[in-house]
């Protein structure tokens, strides 16, 4: 039994792979962002462990929300699952972009780390220079490669832990829309499957996921210089460093 936490698991895909989750025997601690909200979830997934509450557009909020986990214990895995679409650019990037830095540098080390990230990445730009000035200049699609820049960095700089990120597909959420075409179920079961299994399969690091299978990336991530930057970046706006 393995125990997880997951961000942005009140509702939709995050809740799904909570459900899942425990119906597999593992125990999932569930995050929301106020307090209405986390009853609903716990109403939902009743035998997760507990609800934690934080805003991730708030760094404040999300530090705090750091605190809480580690005040939990150690946890075997950590799913960033988190993530707005509709929203102006200073929430795109709180929430998609900084607060799972922040999470990463300050919740204890997980055994694994699961990213959720988008085939939309592929189009975005790091645009950097406007981390401290975003409005109308960080894209969804920027915030989606921010993601898999992070993932790319942590899996480089902590070979003890298996780090990967995902692209759970167009899914009809309520992100996604009712009429996304793919799977509901493909959209969760890759994020279960990295954080649940003891497949030989998942046990690797700096992977992009779609559907359990490695596929190809925005190039961009690779660049070891560019994750440099945007760490360093993101230190400069947060002002927590990643060691």
């Known amino acids: 039994m393995a125990r997880i936490f997951i961000t942005g698991s009140a509702d939709g895909l995050g809740l799904l ?6 119906a597999q025997g593992h125990q999932v601690v569930l995050h929301a962002r106020n307090k209405e909200r986390g009853r609903e ?24 929300l750091a605190e809480k986990v580690n005040a939990l214990g150690s946890f075997d895995a950590v799913i960033h699952n988190a993530g ?15 607060a799972p830095y922040i999470l990463t540098c300050l919740i204890k080390k997980p055994k694994k780390l699961i990213y959720i990230s988008s085939d939309m990445h592929e189009s ?4 950097l220079e ?14 989606k490669l921010h993601v898999l ?18 692209n759970p597909g167009w899914v009809p959420t309520k ?10 179920n493909k959209g969760y079961e890759t994020q279960v499957w990295l954080a649940g299994s003891s497949d030989e399969k998942v046990k690797v690091s700096g992977n992009y996921f779609y559907h359990k299978k490695p596929v190809s990336y925005n190039p961009q991530a ?22």
Not at 124 to 127: N, T, V
Not at 152 to 157: D, G, N
């Open 222 to 243: 690779d660049d070891v210089l560019l994750q440099e930057r945007f760490l360093s970046t993101c230190d400069k706006i947060t002002g927590i460093s990643f060691s």
């Open 175 to 184: 992100m996604g829309g009712r009429g996304a075409p793919e799977d509901l």
């Open 84 to 98: 707005v679409y509709y929203y102006p650019a200073p929430e795109l990037l709180a929430v998609n972009t900084l």
């Open 17 to 22: 792979a909570a459900g899942a989750l425990i």
């Open 130 to 143: 406007y981390f401290d000035k975003v409005i109308g200049k960080i894209t969804y699609s920027d915030t």
């Open 124 to 127: 975005g730009h790091a645009k």
């Open 41 to 64: 979830a716990l109403a939902k997934a009743p035998d997760a462990q507990t609800v934690l509450i934080g805003d991730l557009a708030n760094i404040e909020d999300t530090i705090q």
């Open 149 to 166: 820049l992070l993932c790319k960095a942590v899996a480089r700089k902590w070979p003890d832990v298996y780090v990967n990120a995902l």
